[in-house]
């Protein structure tokens, strides 16, 4: 699993200063001004700019503006690539993390296809595959929806009181606080992909 920069809920105050920094660096280069002709026209001082350049002060709203005005860019052009350096995670095929789930066993695998990092998980990616028939399945509940894409093969899946026949290709959302799960196979191998989406909790003002 590869993984890049932090994700959203762990960016700290230090990167965004530093990625602040960059981009103003940026910019008074694109224009060819020095630091003294740049920090003077927007009205700071020199040791100030240097200090954002190499993102060692958080720079204020007034600040910023003036900056921004004096290079001709809009404010949020400071902040271009906060978003892009979020985390990315790449399974490559085949390698994803075998875990231990509930009803798994012989002829049923479950494989974590990554997660970003964070200080709680948000999506979760299974790889689901089934290549016995074993009859005896457990049915899931869980905050949160699921989406549910068939890959290969056909299985009965039971939602609550009702049962859906799934076959390659078919997708199914559901609510997580209702019993789900397969319920029956039909045609094997079955490999569908699981993914979980947890609900955010609540922030208080």
Do not use: W
Request: proline share 5%; hydrophobic share 35%.
């Amino acid at each position: 699993m590869t993984a890049g920069r932090k994700a959203h809920e762990t960016l700290t105050a230090d990167e965004v200063c530093r990625v602040i920094g960059e981009r103003v660096r940026e910019l008074r280069l694109g224009l060819g001004l020095t630091m003294e002709t740049f920090a003077g026209d927007a009205g700071i001082s020199l040791g100030m700019l240097s200090k954002i350049e190499h993102g060692q002060t958080s720079p204020s709203l007034s600040t910023l503006t003036s900056l921004a005005n004096t290079a001709d860019v809009p404010f949020t052009a400071f902040f271009r690539g906060l978003d892009e350096e979020h985390d990315a995670v790449i399974v490559p095929s085949g390698r994803g993390l075998e875990i231990a789930h509930e009803g798994g066993g012989s002829g049923r695998s479950y494989s974590d296809l990554g997660a970003l990092r964070g200080p709680r998980r948000q999506i979760e990616p299974v790889l689901v595959t089934i290549t016995e028939p074993n009859e005896v399945f457990p049915l899931f509940q869980h905050a949160g929806v699921e989406f549910i894409h068939i890959l290969e093969g056909t299985l009965e899946y039971g939602y609550g009181s009702k049962r859906y026949t799934l076959s390659t290709g078919d997708t199914m959302q559901l609510h997580g606080e209702v019993a789900h799960g397969p319920t029956a196979v039909i045609d094997l191998p079955i490999r569908f992909l699981s993914l979980k989406v947890h609900p955010m909790p609540e922030t208080t003002n």
